[in-house]
């Protein structure tokens, strides 16, 4: 059976002058994803921080790339509550939106783009355990995790905003496609 690449949306996401900080995969919580629940095992993505180039884009949008682990505009660390990042937002047109959206707090959060290497089922819930971590994106749709929220940081303070509950499909669509 081929790997199928799998996508997660999240609402984690900190807006501070070009740069965006945030959750792009938490540890330990279990999604009702509609046709299953899963969890992801903290270290999932250890292996593809040590060995893999791991893009930033938009929407799940290849055309929109906002950073990359290879050249240190974004930057991946696996904390025991998360898969945490540090994005460097290029001053281009995707990074200028993808700002005033986490600024609004419109951004739906982020989300991340994988391939599960090894998994188990525990009370019906699939468990990740492992997976190959090829990219994170900023949405504009809602999160998979309904637990998590968007801030937008703005001197020193945080604004929260409720993150949105829908998926938007369409991205999904383009960014499989090129798969």
Known sequence: ????????????????????????????????????????????????????DILALFDHDPGRVLGRTKTKTLTLNDEPEGLAFDLSVPDTTAGADA????????????????IVEEEKKESGVRVIQRAALFEISLVSAGPAYAQTTVEARRRGGFLVFSPCKTPRLNALRRFLETV
């Open 99 to 114: 700002l005033a959206l986490a600024a609004r707090g419109d951004l739906g959060g982020a989300s991340i783009g994988f």
């Open 1 to 52: 059976m081929t790997p199928r690449l799998e996508t997660r949306f999240l609402a984690e996401t900190k807006a501070s002058g070009r740069r965006l900080v945030g959750y792009a995969a938490r540890y330990g919580v279990v999604a009702d994803l509609g046709t299953f629940r899963e969890r992801i095992e903290p270290g999932a993505f250890s292996a593809s921080l040590e060995s893999r």
